[in-house]
C-alpha cells in the first residue's frame, strides 16, 4: 500500500516556525518531485514549493519566498518545508503529493497526503 503522511503541523504564533515532513510508504520517494501544498477556508488549493527527485531543483511561490525552504532526504524517504516568520495568511491545511515526473511538479499528481492542519494565530 502506497502512502504519504505529512506530519508537524499545529498552532503557532505569528512570526514563529514549523517543520513539517512528509515521509511515505511503500514507494521509494526518490522517484518523484515533490510538492507542498496548501488549501485554506473558502480557497483553492494551491502549491507553495516543489522539489525535485534529487534534491538538486526547488521553486517556491512569491507568497512564501524567502519564508518556506523545501529540503528531502531520499535515504528518510522524506520531504520536509521549514516554514519560518509564519503569518495568519499561512493558516491552511498542508499537504505533500508526488508528482509523475522527476523535475517538475507540474505534471500529474500520483499520490497525495492527507494533510496536516497549520495555524498561525495569537
Known amino acids: 500500500q502506497f502512502e504519504l503522511v505529512e506530519s508537524g503541523g499545529g498552532l503557532v504564533e505569528p512570526g514563529g516556525s514549523l517543520r513539517l515532513s512528509c515521509t511515505a510508504s511503500?514507494?521509494?520517494?526518490?522517484?518523484?518531485?515533490v510538492g507542498w501544498f496548501r488549501q485554506a477556508p473558502g480557497k483553492e488549493r494551491e502549491r507553495v514549493s516543489c522539489?525535485?527527485?534529487?534534491?538538486?531543483?526547488?521553486n517556491y511561490a512569491d507568497s512564501v519566498k524567502g519564508r518556506f525552504t523545501i529540503s528531502r532526504d531520499n535515504a528518510k524517504n522524506t520531504v520536509y518545508l521549514q516554514m519560518n516568520s509564519l503569518t495568519p495568511e499561512d493558516t491552511a491545511v498542508y499537504y505533500c503529493?508526488?508528482?509523475?515526473?522527476?523535475?517538475?511538479?507540474?505534471?500529474?499528481?500520483?499520490?497525495w497526503g492527507q494533510g496536516t492542519q497549520v495555524t498561525v494565530s495569537s
Open positions: 511503500g514507494l521509494s520517494l526518490g522517484d518523484y518531485a
Open positions: 522539489v525535485s527527485s534529487s534534491g538538486g531543483s526547488t
Open positions: 503529493a508526488a508528482t509523475a515526473a522527476i523535475a517538475t511538479c507540474d505534471g500529474v499528481i500520483v499520490y
